[in-house]
């Protein structure tokens, strides 16, 4: 597509279960990038994915966040065992090789999740 | 570490007024610096960039000026316009250059 895609736009559910969030980043974009927006809040740096190296996982906040990439494509960020602390913005960026190129990282247009 | 602190909202102006938002940042290094806005229902995208001291970066008739020694990066437009409502945010990047750290957004209302 043009732009960085996420799914679902929103979903609310139960404190305690697991919830998955998708991000399809703009085709040839090398870089990848999650990020979280609680009410009020900055944007909270999550994950960082660059092609096939290890990913930068140093603002995941807990072990019940993960993320993962296939290739160069779609990425899926799950939450386990959800708390109601959760409940922000998850944005989703790309860009070429990191900023390096331009400077520009290209977001979608987030998934608004509400534990309840 | 990293941080950014900007001027915090929401502000609410009429059209043709001039608009600041204010942004100071903390870094080690050099970092790049950087304006994205959200406009309503869409996501986020760049404003403008300076990627040194005393660079300014224009877009949209919006200017921001890098001030190393004042470590700020703020926002300014002349002369606003319904379509400038949105929020706004500054950023910079970090010393690897892959990174950007965020600040909390403000919120910018332009009533005709």
């Known amino acids: 597509g043009a732009g960085v895609s996420q799914s679902p736009s929103n979903k609310v559910t139960e404190k305690g279960k697991d919830v998955e969030l998708r991000c399809d980043p703009i085709?040839?974009?090398?870089?990848l990038y999650w990020y979280r927006q609680r009410l009020g809040q900055g944007l909270e740096f999550l994950i960082y994915?660059?092609?096939?190296?290890?990913?930068?996982k140093s603002g995941l906040p807990s072990d019940r966040f993960s993320a993962e990439r296939t290739g160069e494509s779609v990425s899926t960020l799950t939450i386990q065992r959800t708390q109601q602390e959760d409940s922000a913005v998850y944005l989703c960026?790309?860009?070429?090789?990191?900023?390096?190129?331009?400077?520009?990282?290209?977001f979608g247009e987030g998934s608004r999740l509400t534990v309840l | 570490g990293n941080s950014v602190t900007q001027m915090e909202g929401p502000v609410t102006l009429s059209e043709e007024a001039f608009l600041t938002i204010n942004c100071t940042y903390t870094?080690?290094?050099?970092?790049?610096l950087f304006w994205y806005v959200q406009y309503p229902g869409e996501g986020l995208q760049l404003l403008l960039k300076?990627?040194?001291?005393?660079d300014k970066g224009s877009n949209k008739g919006f200017e921001a000026t890098y001030r190393k020694e004042t470590t700020s990066f703020h926002l300014e437009k002349g002369s606003v316009q319904v379509s400038d409502s949105a929020v706004y945010f500054c950023?910079?990047?970090?010393?690897?250059?892959?990174?950007?750290?965020f600040g909390a957004g403000t919120t910018v209302t332009v009533r005709a």
């Open positions: 950023a910079l990047s970090d010393r690897a250059n892959y990174k950007l750290s």
């Open positions: 300076a990627t040194k001291a005393d």
């Open positions: 870094a080690t290094g050099y970092p790049s």
């Open positions: 960026a790309s860009s070429l090789a990191g900023l390096s190129n331009t400077g520009e990282l290209f």
């Open positions: 994915f660059q092609g096939n190296s290890a990913p930068d």
């Open positions: 085709s040839g974009h090398t870089a």
